[in-house]
RNA sequence: GGCUCAUUGGUCAAGUGGUUAAGAUGUGGCAUUCUCAGUGCUGAGACAGGGGUUCGACUCCCCUAUGAGCUGCCA
């Protein structure tokens, strides 16, 4: 058997959107599980949709996942070059465009889009007959259309029109230089039928193909064109992509065959959706790899939680480093039906590999956090510490730490605590008690400070909570703090622990006086 | 509208004719801890519906329903 070859073939047009990323991710899994080669193909064919600097982020995102191509525009395998357009310019397609010509398994159209847009028309819901250039929606954000065709009733597939032009009238045309598209010749009877090793063997009727565009009118490819053929030229062995491309498939065995050319195995993964189980869009925020950094994600785990996403080890085992998921991987067990993208579980497992995180790495990641929200010269590290364990995503560090820059405004309300036995009043008195014990002694670390403080509940012979739960509270002006008493108090140190210890006396005396007991 | 695909707890999923239908996440409770987190224990929660085939169907077939994708000179 031929060593296994895969590809990632993305269009540079923004962001990483996280069901290509997975593409990605399955399309490594795969060649690496059995130590083939993986290669990455820009796919930059559409010059309209072209964005600047998508390539960089594409090659950023498979670097920072690991994903390392073993081709690719920056490394020369022998199959170059990797990019279309480099390929177009080469000639590439018009020369395999021009051989399916000659076989009649394609055929020059030259029909104008006025002409097409009288073939294909929108019949919506009032019985109107609509242009359907102006119903076509805004493709560059096609995931947010709802239902943008959600009038059509009938589209007419394209009438062969130009098939029967003759030579002499193909000839003519093309030295006038008048536009015109190469077209796939689809047979109108029979069966095309193709074998996918997710979703089995599936058969369309060949009156259900339209004769799709080979060669656009700019010369360029259309996608269907320019990845049957690069894939056979790369010697890709496994072809792998969404669920979306299922419908085209049939086309691409006709192109094949067209060509007799041994056709690839296919892997079609199942959809992602989003929580209203539609296909993930930007309007859910977080479609793309990109975004899901910003909010607070690192790596391994998105790489992990998409792993999941239509696959599973059938093991109980989840969390699986890429070393891991090369190791298990197994493209037979990749499940059919769409799957939803889940952020509370990504959440829970981003938690569980900040939680097993190495200090170091942690702390270069979590820092930058803390710092938006620490000012004050205290140790940051220590800051960090009470959170690896406490956090889901570094967004959360925030709202947890904010009070060692500044004490919160917090009402005495909560100094009652019916499980700690104490309120109001019991605080204030313990405070007070806590106070010149803290006051004079200077050893801040945690275990000079739980010795003072334990000595005094040993002492006064109450329950832990009820000399902790007032000196917590009043030192963070928190219900729920990262750590405890001791802690808090050992980063924030001797000064500001007492000043907020006396903050808080007279807070509570206050209150007292206000109440008039 | 047509075509294609899908359908196991809220979500991810194991399961390939005979199981008490795993596990995870989320969710409820209890315990422990000065709070939170964690940990431990524990609870609730699923085979879309209807027909077949079979001694027996979550598993195979058909129909229905629901959902999704495609239906572009986008990929």
Not at 75 to 84: F, L, R, V
Request: aromatic residues 10%.
């Amino acid at each position: 058997m031929s060593k296994v070859r895969t590809r990632y073939a993305p269009s540079p047009t923004g962001r990483m959107h996280v069901g290509n990323l997975r593409t990605a991710l399955y399309e490594y899994l795969i060649a690496k599980h059995e130590g083939g080669d993986f290669l990455l193909r820009i796919e930059d064919t559409d010059q309209e949709r072209f964005v600047e600097g998508a390539t960089d982020i594409i090659y950023h995102t498979l670097k920072i996942t690991g994903l390392i191509h073993d081709e690719g525009p920056d490394k020369d395998g022998g199959y170059g070059p990797y990019i279309q357009s480099e390929r177009q310019a080469a000639g590439i397609y018009m020369k395999y465009a021009r051989q399916l010509i000659e076989t009649g398994e394609a055929y020059y159209c030259f029909c104008t889009k006025e002409r097409l847009s009288t073939l294909k028309c929108v019949v919506s819901e009032d019985g109107d007959m609509t242009d359907k250039e102006e119903d076509i929606p805004d493709y560059s954000d096609l995931n947010d259309q709802q239902s943008g065709r959600g009038e059509v009733k009938e589209i007419i597939k394209y009438d062969k029109h130009c098939l029967h032009l003759s030579k002499e009238e193909i000839e003519a045309n093309l030295a006038a230089g008048i536009p015109y598209v190469i077209r796939q010749n689809i047979p109108t009877e029979g069966t095309t039928a193709f074998h996918d090793a997710v979703y089995g063997d599936i058969a369309v009727d060949n009156a259900e193909l339209d004769d799709m565009i080979l060669i656009k009118s700019d010369g360029f490819p259309t996608y269907n064109f320019a990845n049957v053929v690069d894939d056979h030229l790369m010697k890709i062995t496994h072809v792998v992509r969404g669920n979306e491309y299922l419908s085209s498939a049939p086309k691409y065995t006709r192109l094949y065959h067209a060509f007799g050319w041994e056709e690839p195995i296919y892997v079609h993964c199942p959809l992602i959706t989003n929580e209203e189980h539609k296909k993930l869009s930007k309007r859910s925020g977080h479609s793309s790899f990109e975004d899901l950094l910003e909010q607070g994600f690192v790596t391994e785990a998105i790489v992990n939680f998409i792993a999941l996403l239509g696959w599973s080890s059938g093991t109980n085992e989840e969390i699986f480093s890429l070393e891991e998921l090369v190791r298990e991987f197994d493209y037979h067990h990749i499940n059919k039906s769409p799957a939803v993208f889940d952020m509370k579980k990504l959440k829970w497992m981003n938690g569980e590999y900040i939680k097993r995180m190495d200090k170091e790495r942690y702390y270069e990641l979590a820092l930058p956090y803390i710092r938006e929200v620490i000012h004050k010269d205290l140790d940051l590290k220590k800051i960090a510490d009470l959170v690896q364990t406490r956090i889901e995503t570094f967004l959360d560090i925030k709202d947890m730490i904010d009070f060692f820059e500044e004490m919160p405004d917090y009402d005495t309300s909560m100094y009652n605590h019916k499980k700690m036995k104490t309120d109001e009043e019991i605080s204030l008195s313990i405070l007070k008690e806590q106070q010149p014990l803290l006051e004079a002694f200077d050893d801040y670390s945690i275990e000079g400070i739980e010795g003072v403080i334990m000595g005094y509940i040993k002492e006064k012979g109450i329950k832990n909570g009820m000399g902790l739960w007032p000196l917590r509270t009043a030192v963070s002006g928190k219900q729920s703090t990262p750590g405890g008493a001791y802690e808090i108090m050992d980063i924030l140190g001797k000064e500001e622990s007492l000043r907020r210890i006396r903050l808080a006396i007279d807070k509570l005396s206050n209150r007292k006086a206000a109440y008039g007991n």
